[in-house]
């Protein structure tokens, strides 16, 4: 089963950029859909961005404009690039793999265990 690991998380200043990675081992990330979720204190887990398959994304209206999301199938790896950051933005990002981007209720076959993202002055 593919193992997903997420890095680059960070404390960034409001404004700032960050890119996170999302690398997989003992599987392919070709073929499926990955999806970046955060889960600030307190509140749900929600949805970020998400690419499919064949290089389609799918942004929460939140960070639309701000964040962008990317695979590189060659390297087995999804990122997520985030630039002017806001306080809002804080919380823990966890990438995931085999759901579809269409359905928030499907579920994903095989998370991360999540990267500390703080936005912060």
């Known amino acids: 089963q593919v193992q997903l690991v997420e890095s680059g998380g960070g404390l960034v200043q409001p404004g700032g950029s960050l890119r996170l990675s999302c690398a997989a081992s003992?599987?392919?990330?070709?073929?499926?859909?990955v999806g970046w979720f955060r889960q600030a204190p307190g509140l749900e887990r929600e949805g970020v961005s998400c690419?499919?398959?064949?290089?389609?994304?799918l942004d929460v209206d939140s960070v639309k404009g701000r964040f962008t999301i990317s695979r590189d199938n060659a390297k087995n790896t999804v990122y997520l690039q985030m630039n002017s950051v806001k306080p809002e933005d804080t919380g823990v990002y966890y990438c995931?793999?085999?759901?579809?981007?269409?359905?928030?209720?499907?579920?994903?076959?095989?998370w991360g265990q999540g990267t500390q993202v703080t936005v912060s002055s």
């Open positions: 995931a793999a085999g759901g579809l981007c269409s359905d928030s209720g499907f579920p994903w076959a095989a």
């Open positions: 003992g599987g392919t990330l070709n073929g499926n859909n």
């Open positions: 690419i499919t398959f064949d290089g389609r994304t």
